[in-house]
């Protein structure tokens, strides 16, 4: 999910970049909502306390 998270926010600041302001402001909304839910997917699993078979 923070990778999804991470290669959106690189497409908008290259989006930025070249002039592409509304591709570079779609993809920025799109990594912040994957970054919110990583987030909460990390405080839940970390309250939980399970973690992935070895």
Request: hydrophobic share 70%; glycine share 14%; charged share 5%.
């Amino acid at each position: 999910m923070l990778r999804y998270a991470v290669g959106f926010f690189v497409v908008a600041l290259v989006a930025g970049l070249l002039g592409f302001g509304l591709v570079g402001g779609m993809a920025y909304g799109a990594a912040k909502i994957f970054f919110f839910v990583f987030l909460v997917l990390a405080i839940v699993s970390m309250i939980t306390g399970r973690r992935a078979p070895l």
